[in-house]
């Protein structure tokens, strides 16, 4: 695959001044901890907390992830072999870390909120996740998902979750952010949720709107003729919209209304094919679906289109994760407890 040096130098600026380095004190301070912070990457995907974390000097001591393919791409890029089916881990195994991330599945959690205590989270993939926690309780926790999860249920679940979380002894707190105010051209709104053991002071969420890498910066000068339209599906998208800028990304929804935007709408991992196209003509590429969620153009590419479509459609944005991280690190924890508060309930 083609990509010019020029681009490629002015896409890993953009980048760097979206994850700037913060006037914080070092890392090595954080918490009186003089040693590098750790961190476990569960629902690893192709690690967009990876990559943010290890930007951050932090170092990766445990991943999972039930996807052989997304295993297979983690395992070349960042040399860790990711552990499978979370069911199937014993949290007691999980080596002691000092932060989790997780951008657990979205799929299971409209049973979280249902009923009351910790019983309602069971067979949930969230709850494998809190037995985790309860075992292993790191220091901070970082945890991703769709914007949904705000609203789901009358807000009944993200409030089980948090509710587990304090139980288990974390101050917890949560925000909807949105990559486009991370440097990066993609709307892409999603849940994160921050947790302290024993709570923090001097927390607080990015609230700065970085400026958008133009989408021209990101897009491949000579991609490949694999990813062009048919002229049959180039004219009907013609036929039904005309857009005001270009480059543009035409976006089609599920009625079939056509829009088009100087940037790019959240990519999705089960997206039809031409769900997204560069101006009207041509699929994104496999580098130009990383660059949209931050990935350095050093991160490399392992697997067929469609993989690729699917990983980069379920990552986390890089610098959104990494502005969020950094503050986490940098908070001023309380001393933290070594007795869990909390019980995960699995009888
Ligand atoms: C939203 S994605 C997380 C993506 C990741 N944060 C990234 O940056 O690429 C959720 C991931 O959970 C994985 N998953 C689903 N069920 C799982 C299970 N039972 N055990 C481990 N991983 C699972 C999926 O394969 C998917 O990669």
């Known amino acids: 695959m083609k990509k010019t040096n020029e681009l490629f130098g002015k896409f890993d600026d953009v980048l760097k001044s979206a994850c700037r380095v913060p006037l914080l004190p070092p890392i090595g301070d954080f918490w009186g901890q003089k040693k590098k912070l750790t961190f476990v990457d569960m629902f690893c995907g192709i690690g967009g907390f990876h990559t943010a974390a290890k930007s951050l ?22 040399h860790i072999k990711p552990e499978s089916d979370i069911c199937r881990i014993n949290p007691e195994n999980v080596p002691d870390h000092d932060v989790l991330f997780a951008g657990f599945p979205c799929q299971p959690f409209s049973i979280i909120g249902n009923r009351g205590g910790f019983a309602d989270a069971r067979g949930t993939l969230f709850f494998e996740l809190a037995k985790v926690i309860e075992a292993k309780q790191p220091r901070a926790l970082v945890l991703e998902n769709v ?10 679940t993200l409030q089980r979750i948090k509710e587990v979380l304090t139980e288990l002894g974390y101050q917890v707190d949560h925000m909807i952010l949105n990559a486009l105010n991370f440097g990066l051209p993609q709307k892409r709104e999603r849940i994160l ?4 053991k024993g709570g923090a002071s001097g927390f607080n969420w990015p609230d700065r709107a970085l400026p958008m890498i133009p989408l021209k910066e990101l897009l491949e000068s000579e991609p490949d003729k694999r990813f062009f339209v048919s002229e049959r599906i180039r004219r009907k998208r013609q036929a039904h919209h005309k857009a005001t800028v270009t480059p543009s990304i035409w976006h089609e929804n599920k009625a079939g209304h056509i829009s088009s935007y100087p940037f790019s709408c ?12 560069v101006d009207g003509k041509r699929r994104l590429t496999p580098r130009e679906l990383l660059r949209l969620q931050g990935f350095p153009d050093s ?27 950094e503050r986490v ?14 019980r995960v309930n699995a009888a």
């Not at 949720?193 to 302290?196: K, P």
Request: glycine fraction near 8%.
């Open 299 to 325: 991160f490399e590419i392992v697997g067929n289109d469609s993989q690729i479509r699917k990983q980069a459609g379920n990552s986390v944005p890089v610098p959104m994760v990494k502005a969020v991280i």
């Open 193 to 196: 949720i921050v947790g302290f």
């Open 57 to 78: 000097g932090m170092e990766c001591v445990f991943a999972c992830d039930i996807d052989a393919d997304c295993r297979k791409v983690y395992e070349h890029n960042y």
């Open 329 to 342: 690190i940098h908070a001023r924890q309380s001393k933290p407890s070594t007795q869990t508060q909390g």
């Open 147 to 156: 914007r949904m999860l705000a609203s789901h249920n009358e807000g009944k």
């Open 266 to 277: 959240a990519l999705r991992a089960g997206a039809s094919y031409n769900y997204l196209l």
